[in-house]
């Protein structure tokens, strides 16, 4: 990105009502973030980014940058995260010095949940007096305790030491904080192998209730709890926690993206080289047959015959590996490249048949296109757009009859085609279809996405331009009406 954000030809008028659509979309993009609805929050975020871009206002468009960034952070994407928030920074700096401060904090806090300490110490260190200007001792503690546990994940005794003593030595009203100041001195003791005082002040901690804990900071104290079994040799307690943070462990883990590869082309790479290595051994054969040519020139004739069967044979096996790799590309031709389901060309030609042959029950269609697409493309890049549009096409060909055939026939837009199917069946087919799109966890960033669709049931003597043009309005109509649903013509 450049040294400017955004165009400068939106009239006054015209960038204050721009200006009032982008904070309704900041604020209920902020909403549906502290209601853990991330793609909602992400997706009310970029509009208001790209509405603040098109206002202009660099101010606003740079807290959204903010805002995306810690979007990214929520989805374990800190890389992303950092990425945002540092732009954030550049274009925050020359505004607002509080919410610069801000910003940092919120960096600082990405660095701590990717495991970066060393980066978090050095922005937290860096915003030195701002934490004094802004914040009152209950907003420094919180830094403070942030970099004393990174101190000493970082096993740095000395600073983690000197900023356990200037916690203690700041007063707090606060319950929560003055337990995370016991559970970092008692964190400090165990590093420094004082194990008899660190029992005394973990004493404190089993009395306080659970119930205040974060997730993070519970897993903390279970990891204290674990050492000081240890050292009594309390073999039961050290069974008992373990099993503990080993199901907190999983449970994290399934909230954490997994990564997918694929690769089609291989085996046709390995079916390739079989065949070169077939061809070069025929050709040997052939080389040994001329030779006894020369070394039995009485059997000059059988040796004639023999070779040309074997050439004869070359030729057969070879026109038949043509063949074969005719009928493979012909294949190849009528699939999708990326999701290996038919192309637009082979779903439409099988439904032009299967309109073309029906019988008593027409058949029926559902038109299928993923919500904001475009969104997941221009966020995420095209790479993570594909393997959303895999992940769907997955989804489709698991959910459709063995007699139905589901196909993509073009960007982000999937038709099936269900033979002698009444409407009614395939709208249950469609809701089970955009029920399980929901709940599925897609790509590896786990994005959730949805669809909208549109179904119609043939009727007799409809042509296939008309049948078109009543499914696409369908599709239109539930895009239109929100997005997220099936709309039928019954």
Known sequence: ???????????????????????????????????????????????????????????????????????????????????????????LEPFNEQETYKTLGDLGSVYMQAGEFEKALSVYKNMGDLVRKYEDSDGQMYLYLDMAYA????????????????????????????????????????????????????ASLTKVDKGIWTSSEYSRLLSVSLELAKFRSDTHSIIKIQQELLERTLASLSNISDG??????????????????????????????????????????????????ILILVVIIFARKQLMHKEKYK???????????????????????????????????ISIDIDFFKAVNDTYGHDVGDELIKSVADILTAEIRQTDKAGRVGGEEFLIVLPATDIN?????????????????????????????????????????????????LLYEAKNSGRNRVMAEL
Do not use: C
């Open 260 to 309: 997918k590869l694929l690769s089609d082309r291989l085996s046709l790479e390995l079916e390739q080289r079989q065949d070169e290595i077939v061809r070069l051994r025929v050709l040997n054969q052939l080389k040994e047959q001329l030779l006894l040519t020369e070394q039995e020139k009485a059997n000059y004739q059988w040796i004639v015959i023999i070779s040309t069967t």
């Open 1 to 91: 990105m450049g040294d400017r954000i955004g165009p400068e030809h939106a009239t006054a008028s015209e960038a204050s009502l721009i200006n009032e659509k982008a904070n309704a979309h900041l604020i209920l993009s902020r909403i549906y973030s502290q209601s853990e609805r991330k793609r909602e929050s992400f997706n009310h975020a970029n509009l208001a980014f790209e509405l603040f871009k098109e206002a202009p206002n660099p101010y606003y468009q740079a807290l959204m940058m903010r805002d995306i960034g810690l979007i990214h952070a929520k989805l374990h994407n800190f890389s992303l995260a950092v990425e945002q928030i540092k732009r954030a920074l550049y274009f």
């Open 151 to 202: 101190a000493i994940k970082l096993k740095d005794i000395a600073l983690a030491t000197q900023l356990v003593v200037k916690l203690n030595s700041i007063s707090t009203k606060s319950d929560i904080l003055a337990n995370l100041r016991l559970l970092i001195s008692t964190e400090l003791l165990l590093l420094n192998d004082n194990f008899e005082q660190a029992l005394t002040s973990f």
């Open 331 to 365: 294949i190849m031709a009528l699939r999708d490249e990326l999701t290996g389901i038919p192309n637009r060309r082979a779903i439409l030609a099988f439904n032009k048949n299967v309109i073309e042959n029906m019988r008593d029950l027409p058949p029926s269609l």
């Open 425 to 473: 069946s395939a709208i249950e087919i469609s809701e089970r279809i955009r029920k399980r799109v929901e709940i599925h966890p897609h790509t590896h960033l786990r994005l959730s996405v949805t669809v909208s669709i549109g179904v119609i049931q043939v009727t007799q003597d409809e042509s296939l331009s008309e049948i078109s043009k009543r499914l696409d309005k």
